[in-house]
């Protein structure tokens, strides 16, 4: 019986773990229980306060799974409140598993903190290095997050770590800044650049995570499913056109939108656009030892039919 603690139980990918969790003594924490399973045991936690110190100490779990982040800020969310989840948040949840025995932390980064830089190499392994851009809040705070792990793995080696740096995920009923893309009339892309995406089916996240808090090996591992999908494959998938544009064009024009009001997006949108990460997941499948279920195409395709389009 391995004691768990999960943090962000509640988002989309925590629920589906809880679910599927069905050996071992689980404890659920968020700021709500919305969604968790019936029966789930689950205790309010606020992970940017004092909250991980008092529950990790009373609760003694053995393995953490760290959820909790600010993928997709909600409206009037600025960039100091992000910060507080995805950075001071992880620091108070490491800090508690150090000083309280904790065997193992399990953490969902993401392909972002590699950055969106032009000379990002194709495929992104495990082994090269976080950039995240300073511009791009989820992309920075991961950057930080990674750094602080590291530092933590030199100081406290007999803390097991698992990082899963986790593509764009897909499943029932995910809406985001991204699916938000998907659903315009027309799917904008740059010209010259392919601009493509890698998925990970909301189902096949999970169960790398139940595995990474029970019998899997200590690492750090991209996660992905097999294959990437470009602009034009996404269009062709949707039935949509595909407005190119180019990129000095767009930069000018968001320049000039976001100060109007007109776009949540400034310039630097371009790079997200131009230098999206792919990331390869040969280490998942042969040293973790999970193969996704789903394709990033068959992912998509989930998506699309579930989402009407």
């Excluded at 969790?21 to 004092?50: E, N």
């Excluded at 791009?136 to 750094?147: G, I, N, S, T, W």
């Excluded at 792990?149 to 986790?166: C, G, H, Y």
């Excluded at 407005?243 to 976001?258: E, F, G, H, Q, T």
Aim: glycine share 10%.
């Amino acid at each position: 019986m391995t004691r768990i603690l999960v943090t962000g139980a509640a988002g989309m990918v925590g629920r589906v773990l809880i679910a599927g969790i069905d050996s071992g003594d689980v404890l659920a924490t968020d700021l709500r229980a919305d969604g968790l399973p019936a029966g789930a045991r689950f205790q309010r936690m606020d992970v940017t306060g004092d909250d991980p110190a008092r529950i990790i100490a009373a609760e003694q779990p053995e393995v953490i799974v760290h959820l909790a982040s600010i993928v997709t800020p909600p409206p009037g969310m600025g960039r100091e409140a992000a910060f507080a989840v995805d950075v001071t948040g992880t620091r108070n949840v490491l800090r508690a598993a150090q000083e309280h025995g904790v065997r193992r932390l399990v953490v969902t980064s993401s392909g972002a903190a590699y950055g969106y830089h032009a000379d990002t190499p194709v495929p992104l392994r495990e082994t090269d290095p976080c950039r995240g851009n300073p511009e791009f809040p989820y992309a920075d705070h991961k950057r930080q997050v990674e750094e602080m792990l590291a530092t933590a793995r030199r100081d406290t080696p007999e803390l097991e770590q698992v990082i899963l740096r986790v593509g764009t995920v897909l499943g029932a009923g995910t809406e985001n800044q991204i699916t938000a893309l998907f659903r315009k009339p027309r799917l904008l892309a740059l010209r010259g650049c392919d601009s493509p995406f890698v998925f990970i089916w909301t189902k096949d996240l999970a169960r790398i995570l139940h595995r990474a808090a029970t019998d899997g090996p200590a690492g750090i591992f991209n996660v992905a499913g097999d294959g990437a999908m470009t602009v034009d494959d996404l269009a062709r998938a949707l039935g949509k056109p595909v407005l190119r544009l180019p990129p000095a064009l767009l930069k000018a024009a968001l320049a000039v939108a976001r100060p109007l009001g007109l776009s949540r997006y400034g310039p630097e949108q371009v790079r997200f656009l131009q230098y999206r990460p792919v990331l390869a997941n040969d280490a998942l499948k042969e040293t973790f030892g999970y193969v996704p279920e789903l394709t990033s195409a068959q992912v998509f395709d989930l998506w699309r039919r579930e989402a009407g389009l």
